[in-house]
């Protein structure tokens, strides 16, 4: 995954969402009653890397996606399916969490890539490790 940007959809003027800073909000959960923090994001999937091979808006794989969640302790919250319907290469995504550090975390890879590097243990079992740069 490529080319991270800040992504602000409507939905996040109306009074259900509160401005914490920029491109982070807070509002109810999806999933619960409790208030979470949630920031929207652009990128491009890199079908060239490993776990993206067949990756685009409409397919956004589950490598490197869940390294994000696991990374940054996230959940998703949004898929923005008609967004990511009608793109070519942008994919858009919403991400939560119960705690502002960990959305504030995840900002930080605007403007870097987040990818999976395959390595092979001594039993033979392949494994991946999460790259950012």
Do not use: W
């Not at 967004?83 to 942008?90: A, I, P, Y």
């Not at 001594?122 to 991946?128: A, L, T």
């Amino acid at each position: 995954m490529k080319n991270f940007q800040n992504f602000t959809p409507e939905k996040y003027i109306t009074s259900d969402f509160q401005k914490i800073s920029d491109g982070i909000y807070k509002t109810k959960s999806p999933y619960g009653s409790e208030d979470i923090f949630v920031t929207s994001l652009t990128f491009e999937m890199e079908p060239e890397c490993y776990g993206e091979e067949d990756a685009s808006p409409r397919n956004i794989t589950q490598i490197p996606i869940e390294g994000i969640l696991d990374e940054f302790n996230l959940f998703v919250t949004d898929f923005y399916e008609q967004l990511n319907e009608n793109s070519e290469t942008t994919c858009y995504q919403e991400f939560g969490s119960l705690d502002l550090e960990d959305v504030k975390k995840l900002r930080t890879l605007i403007g870097k890539r987040f990818y999976a590097v395959t390595y092979t243990d001594e039993d033979g079992e392949e494994y991946y490790n999460m790259v950012i740069e």
